[in-house]
């Protein structure tokens, strides 16, 4: 079974705080996800890496960095917490390739608060 | 502006009746969708997805439908059980993008 981990549940961080969220996925996936899901909006791409040392903006992007030093450990980094990056975040791993499935598999979740 | 849009919020259902779950698109160039449950403080969770070749796909109580023509796609779940309250997304992909996903809807079963 596919295993994605993240470091925090749950974290109450202050505003201009900086942030580090740590994801880690156990079947040498090389394709790696951080999303926000906020109600109504469904889960939204922040970032996404394909490789070590590799990172590719998603469609949310801005407040956000990211680091993938191993392969395994994906980090999503909020340089100066603001109260609108509380939200709950989520780390995702894939298989490498375009496959038809695409699936990905989900760690679950820490839920952030921003004071 | 949404490319993949769940209407209805929640959904109350039932148990032993069909439930079924909505979602619609605007991009004619996804060629793959997914459906993904989440409970409570859990991770999504891959359910069922279907090619944009296909029109239906099966998985025991699970089906999906798409009509392309429409850019619709729905989950059908029969019969309902109160262990499939849950969150459910629809995503869809297009060839060599991430997934895009929709808003969203909360499916409560009742005993």
């Known amino acids: 079974d596919v295993k994605v981990t993240q470091s925090s549940r749950y974290l109450v961080k202050r505003t201009g705080e900086k942030v580090f969220l740590e994801c880690v996925q156990d079947m040498d996936h090389e394709n790696m996800f951080w999303y926000r899901q906020d109600p109504g909006l469904g889960l939204r791409l922040i970032y996404f890496s394909y490789d070590v040392k590799m990172k590719e903006k998603g469609d949310i992007p801005e407040g956000y960095s990211v680091s993938r030093e191993k392969k395994e450990r994906f980090s999503l980094i909020l340089e100066s917490a603001s109260t609108n990056q509380t939200s709950m975040y989520l780390c995702?791993?894939?298989?490498?390739?375009?496959?038809?499935?695409?699936?990905?598999?989900f760690g679950p979740g820490t839920r952030l608060t921003v004071l | 502006d949404q490319q993949v849009k769940q209407n209805s919020p929640s959904l109350s259902v039932q148990e032993g009746r069909i439930s079924i779950l909505n979602c619609d698109y605007t991009n004619s160039m996804f060629d793959y969708f997914l459906w993904y449950k989440k409970y409570p403080a859990e991770g999504p969770t891959f359910l069922i997805s279907?090619?944009?070749?296909?029109d239906k796909n099966e998985d025991g109580r699970f089906t999906v439908f798409l009509n392309k023509s429409a850019k619709h796609l729905s989950l059908h779940i029969v019969p309902s059980q109160p262990g499939d309250s849950a969150v459910y997304f629809c995503?869809?992909?297009?060839?060599?993008?991430?997934?895009?996903f929709g808003g969203g809807t909360r499916l409560m079963v009742k005993p």
């Open positions: 995702a791993s894939r298989p490498p390739g375009l496959t038809s499935t695409d699936t990905q598999y």
């Open positions: 995503a869809a992909r297009e060839a060599g993008n991430m997934l895009t």
């Open positions: 279907i090619s944009s070749i296909k």
